[in-house]
């Protein structure tokens, strides 16, 4: 009887505990509080992707010190996030959470489950769970990615700066997430570099080493619900951690899309500049202190000079966003032209987003083109955000993507993180058929992995195609998924097909891409890493990034006209 008695005893006990520890103070219909008594550094949120975002205004000693949206789980918990709150030095804070979305289809407030479920605890495991996570291209510990941002280069160390969400695998919460590498393989997660502020969320833009004054001084978009400006921030220990200017926006404007501003130190003037997208065109910007920003032109609108005078260039099919401007060497020659990235979405060539570039002319005051054509990077569907390191070594362009779509983003088959980089790839001009185009190669770093010859079809590994004429490749499981490449010497076409993947999660998914080939492709480097397929020609004139979700690997290589041999990377070397 004793026995039972203190049985019984404990369990209310607990109960008691559990449920005033978890009891919100309800406020509203939507809206309620929550005081949190800081016991670990980390308070774990419980997320359930398909709810509403909830706004969480997080208050320590009467002041709001942090704002973030979060899906905060109503009756099933997807997985957890950590909100560090041991930062504001507090025993206590509250969480004044209002939710959005109908209650219809959730409940009552009292009865959500994210009130039982929030955690505390000293650390957050972010050991890879999920087997579509890549093993040699970079990505997020946890939480939602995609633009990469502020690249540079200093000191042996590459910076990758990125569009993160530290709060979910959704899009949200824009703020600069950051990693190091030393061999654009290997990348070590850093804390994070920028955080929203009252100017706005954190958006895309760049970085560039200031060699005069010993910094790194970046420059994003302030991102607010109907404006958006330019800000700037300096780093005085290697891009570890930023200062934000107090004088920000440096630049603003009345368009509504207005944003991701690329700066870079062009010798030619002495004098830097700084593009930036605008609507469906490029503004171009010169300073001499990176404070103060003169407008020189714009490129893209109905005005640009082009081959023919006055008219419009490219693909206009959406909005213009994340540019880069870059002088690079015309392959085989000495001559040096300037290409403009520009990339759009949606309008790409397969449908949502994807990277068209301009081969020019730029005096430092504006940019023409050479060309009447609308070209494109790379072509495959998941190709995005692309832009370049400042400041590489060896006089290299060195380029980076997101690896995703914004067509379905947000829903590829993924939890613990969302989205990849792209390998890295080395860019200059080549001439074919009297005309100059971009190309595209996976940078030495990436080649130097090549490791054994081996028998299986790699989850993370390289297949070399020797190719003799036309050619079919395919890859497929043991559940009949497949992905086909092929390479139609007559048509001058390659193309990548992954109609019969793996796609319930968006009606978008489903495609074949193709692309035009410049010249005879000779040899095919395809880079698998358990959910991405890149090909690239040995030439360098070929770029076709696509994702794959196979349920199963892919064991099985069929392949006729053609030899194909598989390679393991030394990818943990
Ligand atoms: C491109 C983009 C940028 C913007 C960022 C926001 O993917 O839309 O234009 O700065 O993403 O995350």
């Not at 959500?112 to 996570?133: I, V």
């Not at 990758?160 to 709060?167: K, S, T």
């Not at 109907?226 to 951690?241: I, K, L, P, W």
């Not at 213009?320 to 032209?337: A, H, N, S």
């Amino acid at each position: 009887m004793k026995k039972i008695l203190s049985t019984l005893m404990f369990f209310l006990t607990c109960s008691f505990t559990f449920a005033q520890s978890a009891a919100p103070m309800l406020l509203g219909k939507n809206h309620a509080m929550k005081r949190v008594a800081v016991t670990g550094r980390y308070l774990l949120l419980p997320v359930q992707e398909r709810e509403d975002n909830a706004t969480i205004r997080i208050l320590a000693d009467n002041q709001q010190v942090q704002k973030l949206n979060v899906r905060l789980a109503v009756d099933k918990v997807d997985y957890y996030v950590p909100l560090d709150v041991k930062r504001y030095g507090l025993d206590e804070v509250t969480l004044d959470i209002t939710f959005h979305g109908d209650r219809r289809f959730t409940g009552a407030m009292k009865d959500f489950l994210c009130w039982r479920e929030m955690k505390q605890s000293d650390s957050f495991d972010t050991r890879n769970c999920e087997k579509y996570r890549p093993q040699y291209h970079h990505t997020p510990l946890y939480g939602w990615m995609n633009d990469p941002n502020g690249m540079f280069y200093k000191d042996g160390v590459y910076h990758l700066y990125y569009q993160w969400n530290p709060y979910g695998s959704m899009w949200e919460n824009m703020t600069w997430g950051h990693s190091t590498s030393r061999d654009l393989i290997h990348w070590e997660a850093q804390p994070t570099a920028i955080e929203p502020d009252a100017l706005g969320d954190i958006f895309s833009g760049s970085c560039v080493v200031d060699k005069k004054n010993n910094r790194v001084v970046a420059f994003y978009t302030s991102a607010a619900e109907r404006m958006q400006t330019q800000s700037m921030a300096v780093s005085e220990d290697n891009g570890q951690t930023f200062r934000k200017y107090s004088g920000n926006p440096v630049l603003w404007s009345t368009e509504e899309d207005f944003r991701d501003p690329k700066a870079f130190w062009n010798p030619e003037i002495q004098k830097w500049n700084l593009i930036l997208a605008v609507g469906q065109h490029m503004n171009i910007y010169s300073s001499n202190n990176l404070k103060d920003w003169t407008y020189e032109s714009s490129f893209g609108g109905a005005e640009t000079d082009g081959p023919n005078g006055k008219e419009t260039l490219g693909c206009h099919d959406g909005v213009w966003e994340c540019p880069d401007l870059i002088k690079l060497q015309v392959r085989g020659t000495d001559r040096q032209k300037w290409l403009l990235i520009c990339n759009i979405n949606p309008g790409g060539p397969f449908g949502g987003s994807a990277t068209q570039y301009f081969v020019g002319d730029f005096d430092g005051h504006k940019f023409t083109c050479e060309h009447k054509d609308t070209r494109w990077m790379d072509y495959g569907k998941d190709h995005y955000a692309t832009v370049t390191f400042d400041n590489a070594p060896d006089g290299r362009h060195i380029a980076l993507a997101w690896m995703s779509n914004w067509q379905y983003g947000n829903q590829v088959p993924t939890k613990q993180f969302r989205s990849a980089n792209s390998v890295p790839r080395d860019l200059d001009l080549f001439e074919y058929d009297g005309q100059t185009y971009c190309g595209v190669t996976p940078s030495r770093e990436l080649l130097a992995l090549r490791g054994k010859e081996i028998k299986k079809v790699p989850q993370a590994g390289e297949i070399v195609v020797d190719v003799k004429g036309s050619l079919e490749l395919t890859l497929s499981n043991t559940l009949g998924e497949q992905v086909v490449m092929a390479y139609d010497a007559a048509r001058k076409t390659f193309s990548m097909d992954r109609t019969r993947s793996y796609a319930s999660f968006s009606e978008n998914f489903p495609c074949k891409t193709t692309a035009p080939v410049y010249g005879d492709i000779k040899q095919l480097r395809i880079f698998i890493d358990n959910s991405s397929i890149e090909v690239f020609d040995a030439e360098g004139r070929l770029s076709m990034t696509n994702l794959v979700f196979p349920q199963e690997p892919y064991s099985n290589l069929r392949i006729v006209g053609g030899k194909a041999t598989m390679y393991s990377l030394k990818i943990n070397e």
